[in-house]
């Protein structure tokens, strides 16, 4: 038992060493820079998707050809996918400053950056759907530029044909497929924020203790 409690004593006096944690904090800036990188790529994937669905638009008019119009739905789902795979990282990035930075380090006083960025104040106060706005908003993008290409497909007045209708059919399939990347997203989004509020919970009335 004392050589537990001095093998504890002895991590606590590390863990306080200047040159430790200059290490720590130098991690823990990159790891911020890194995140912030993450929620900037999201952001250019959505504006690459307006992007896309403005050119092939015009395309489709100009031609007046349907297909133009139902390439868009596919190139909207990888899109998506990239959007969702970047957030993924954010979270996996957010938990890992909370987990072995700011908990192990800090005993939760820093700022819980995987819940908000933006007012430090808010942080902790944040509403329990609060970030899952990005995900609606910003994936409604995908969604709703996939229904206006085919209904701009649809409204050409094409040619009926198997080749039109399958590529129609395949097309609302892909929307669908679209809807539940997007919900598998929020609902592990929902899942992270849950367990990331409860630790700061419990880091806080520690605190107070």
């Known amino acids: 038992m004392a050589d537990q409690l001095l093998s504890q004593e002895q991590e606590r006096n590390a863990l306080t060493q200047p040159e430790v944690m200059s290490a720590v904090l130098a991690e823990y800036t990159a790891m911020r820079t890194e ?56 979270m996996m990035i957010g938990s890992y400053i909370r987990d072995e930075i700011e908990m192990r380090y ?27 706005k990005d995900v609606v908003w910003s994936g409604s993008t995908f969604l709703i530029t996939q229904v206006i290409s085919i209904t701009l497909a649809v ?38 924020l849950q367990g990331a509020r409860t630790a700061w919970k419990i880091a806080a009335r520690s605190a107070h203790e």
């Open 106 to 132: 800090f005993q939760g006083r820093a700022i819980c950056w995987e819940l908000h960025i933006g007012d430090p104040k808010n942080y902790r106060n944040e509403s329990r759907n609060g970030n899952n």
């Open 155 to 192: 409204i050409l007045k094409p040619e009926w044909n198997t080749f039109f209708k399958s590529g129609l059919v395949f097309n609302v399939l892909v929307i669908v497929a679209t809807v539940w990347l997007l919900r598998q997203h929020r609902k592990k989004l929902e899942a992270h």
């Open 35 to 90: 995140l912030l990188k993450h929620i900037e790529i999201r952001y250019q994937v959505i504006n690459y998707s307006l992007v896309i669905a403005g050119v092939l638009f015009g395309i489709g008019f100009n031609t007046r050809q349907p297909a133009t119009f139902l390439a868009y739905p596919v190139l909207a789902m990888l899109l998506c996918w990239m959007w969702v795979d970047n957030g993924n990282t954010i």
